[in-house]
């Protein structure tokens, strides 16, 4: 059973442990004795069911089993203690029993809702306020059901809720903290003074396009979507002019992948102000990596990339030879790009698919009628890559993948989840139950660069509720708080940097750090064995845990956020800064 499928099952027992004993002092309360005996003895099932989950989950690690240990595990303890012995003497009143049960379902319902509302990390405010909170709901019933406990037990209910009311309540508004980025400073611009060689201008404005038979509104780079795909040699300076004609809310590029010098990366608020209407910015860096490689804006990129501000950008060695084709993926108002494509190639031609997931969530790949190879991952080269067939890939948001062959004489499909959209001909093969390629076994290992890390931080991905903005949102969290709440990670220039990233939520997060690539180290603590994956987009999955390493060689402020930029925009975002 992996960590995720722990992580549900313990939620489910969770869910059915508070009904159960919300539902058995109800019908106690209605004297249903049947009913709530019943309910009563599936909620015990349910609370010994998330003892062993969670023991699972502590085993999977601590990240994933904190707040289950430090606060729902007592909380449920105290539920079998009160609930239990009075279950064993009901011979009188069923009605007797019903403030012990009603105790029961609000100890786990409290439990329940930390998980939900606070994750991790357990802090003992959350602790002690889900207490109080049992206590005052105990005595709400104790009052509502007349119910006349001893004097004794009521003034030590008392004493206990006023007490963790009042510490909680202390230690929650403690001073936290300062803000992590501060947020409106000045933006140095350290561009390259070299002469362009490649010169690009892209304006951004609303446009109507077609997409599948229909006009769809969008916010375009040069009136298309995607916007023009930009072209460069390793060596070229490239200067790209950005304007912007009347998208409200401000314009930027982010060289999605590219490791250009920071004031080029195209953040607003971090590297940069962002590009109103009537402004334009201008972008030089020089192309020292091949590869396929994406840019798209990053002001308010939720809704402008996906209402089209993206386009490629492919560097290149040298001249291109054979058949070099990009394929960039996409869904603009619920219609997916691009359009079916069929070219005919003549057998003997190399081939080269560049593949590109700009949409938020991950796409299926399958290239049928020929083996292949994958050549690059990220832009960068696989080292022993063998050739596979009958294989699919899965390309997280905002990843690449370049996939290369030697055109047959018999047509070449490329689908993307189950939808061609590259052909050389026509190709009928189903490809829904080919086997997903595992990127960390693919290709010829070689020893790791580094055998110690200077500086080391984990990140703990969640959901919880924010209440440091204007209004409560239920946001997504890194170590329990939301942008622009997040401590940043701090090194220095020459660092060998590790991060462990852990995913504690029921959410797959497309986790993307600016300005550097990535070794993947191991996953779920399963060693890398394959080529050394060097990544920009790699998908954290519920319950895995992606341990990954670089060297500081990229001195700024950098974005480190989900590349699920709805999930960026809801709080997942931070930042690595050079001291």
């Given at each position: ?7 549900v099952?313990d ?11 919300l539902g058995g002092?109800?019908?106690a309360a ?6 709530a005996?019943?309910?009563a003895?599936v909620a015990?099932l349910?609370t010994f069911g998330?003892a062993v989950?969670?023991?699972a989950?502590a ?32 011979a ?8 012990p ?6 100890a786990?319902s409290a439990a329940?809702?930390v998980t939900?509302l606070?994750g991790y990390?357990a802090?003992t ?11 005052t ?17 009521s003034?030590?209910a008392?004493v ?6 009042l510490?909680?309540?202390?230690l929650?508004?403690a001073?936290?903290?300062?803000p992590?980025v501060?947020?409106g400073h000045g933006?140095?611009q350290v561009r ?7 010169r690009?201008?892209?304006?951004a ?5 077609r997409v ?6 969008a916010?375009a780079?040069?009136?298309?979507v ?12 490239v200067?790209?002019t ?6 409200g809310?401000?314009?930027t590029?982010?060289?999605?992948g590219?490791?250009v ?5 195209g ?8 590009v109103?209407p ?5 972008y030089r860096?020089r192309?020292d990596?091949?590869g396929t490689?994406?840019?798209?804006t ?9 209402m089209g ?5 492919v560097?290149?060695?040298?001249p291109p ?8 993926v ?21 081939v080269?698919l560049?593949?590109?997931?700009t949409?938020?969530?991950?796409h299926r790949?399958?290239?049928a009628?020929?083996a ?8 960068f080269d ?6 596979l067939?009958?294989?699919t890939?899965l390309?997280p948001?905002?990843?690449r993948?370049?996939l290369?062959f ?11 989840d ?6 050389t ?17 693919y290709?010829?290992p ?6 110690r ?13 924010d209440?440091?903005g204007?209004?409560?949102r ?5 170590n ?6 997040i401590?940043p990670?701090?090194v220095r ?7 462990t990233?852990v995913?504690r939520s029921?959410?797959v ?17 399963t ?6 994956l ?6 954290v999955r519920p319950?895995?845990?992606w341990e990954v390493?670089?060297?500081?060689d ?6 480190n956020?989900c590349?699920n930029l ?9 930042h690595?800064m050079?001291?």
């Amino acid at each position: 059973m992996t960590t995720g499928s722990l992580l549900v099952a313990d939620l489910v027992l969770a869910v059915l442990a508070a009904a159960g004993w919300l539902g058995g002092g109800a019908a106690a309360a209605a004297r249903r004795r049947p009913l709530a005996l019943g309910l009563a003895a599936v909620a015990l099932l349910a609370t010994f069911g998330r003892a062993v989950t969670v023991v699972a989950l502590a085993r999977a690690g601590w990240w994933f089993a904190a707040e289950k240990v430090l606060v729902a595990a007592p909380l449920s303890l105290a539920a079998v203690v009160v609930a239990g012995p009075r279950l064993l003497r009901t011979a009188g009143d069923i009605r007797s029993v019903a403030v012990p049960l009603l105790f029961a379902g609000y100890a786990v319902s409290a439990a329940l809702l930390v998980t939900i509302l606070h994750g991790y990390p357990a802090s003992t405010s959350v602790g002690l306020l889900a207490v109080a909170g049992v206590g005052t709901a105990t005595a709400v019933s104790w009052r509502f059901l007349d119910a006349r406990p001893s004097r004794t037990a009521s003034r030590a209910a008392v004493v206990v809720t006023v007490a963790a009311l009042l510490a909680g309540t202390g230690l929650a508004v403690a001073p936290g903290a300062a803000p992590a980025v501060p947020h409106g400073h000045g933006y140095p611009q350290v561009r390259t003074s070299d002469e362009p060689t490649r010169r690009f201008i892209l304006t951004a404005g609303t446009a109507t396009v077609r997409v599948g038979g229909r006009d769809v509104a969008a916010w375009a780079f040069n009136a298309q979507v995607p916007g023009p795909e930009l072209t460069a040699t390793v060596g070229d300076v490239v200067e790209v002019t950005l304007r912007n004609r009347n998208i409200g809310r401000g314009v930027t590029l982010h060289w999605h992948g590219y490791d250009v010098p920071n004031s080029q990366d195209g953040v607003p608020g971090v590297t940069q102000a962002a590009v109103l209407p009537g402004q334009e910015f201008v972008y030089r860096f020089r192309a020292d990596q091949a590869g396929t490689y994406w840019y798209h804006t990053h002001a308010v990129s939720d809704v402008g990339v996906r209402m089209g501000l993206y386009g490629v950008l492919v560097v290149r060695p040298g001249p291109p030879t054979g058949l070099d084709v990009t394929v960039p993926v996409h869904t603009l108002s619920g219609r997916p790009l691009p359009a079916a494509r069929v070219e005919r190639v003549e057998a003997g031609v190399p081939v080269r698919l560049r593949l590109i997931n700009t949409d938020n969530t991950t796409h299926r790949y399958a290239l049928a009628g020929t083996a292949f190879q994958v050549a690059a991952i990220d832009g960068f080269d696989l080292r022993g890559p063998t050739p596979l067939a009958g294989t699919t890939v899965l390309i997280p948001a905002g990843g690449r993948y370049d996939l290369v062959f030697t055109a047959p004489a018999t047509p070449v499909a490329l689908f993307v989840d189950g939808r061609a959209v590259y052909s050389t001909g026509e190709v009928s093969t189903a490809t829904g139950g080919w086997p997903v390629l595992d990127p960390l076994t693919y290709g010829a290992p070689a020893p790791a660069p580094w055998t110690r890390f200077d500086r080391e931080f984990t990140l703990v991905l969640d959901r919880g509720l924010d209440l440091h903005g204007l209004l409560p949102r239920y946001a997504h969290t890194v170590n329990g708080a939301a942008d622009p709440d997040i401590p940043p990670q701090v090194v220095r220039r020459g660092d060998v940097v590790r991060f462990t990233i852990v995913n504690r939520s029921q959410t797959v997060h497309p986790w993307h750090l600016h300005g550097h690539h990535v070794l993947v180290l191991s996953r779920t603590r399963t060693a890398a064995v394959g080529s050394p994956l060097w990544l920009d987009s790699f998908d954290v999955r519920p319950g895995e845990v992606w341990e990954v390493a670089f060297r500081a060689d990229n001195p700024g402020m950098w974005a480190n956020h989900c590349h699920n930029l709805g999930h960026a925009d809801a709080g997942m975002t931070l930042h690595l800064m050079y001291s």
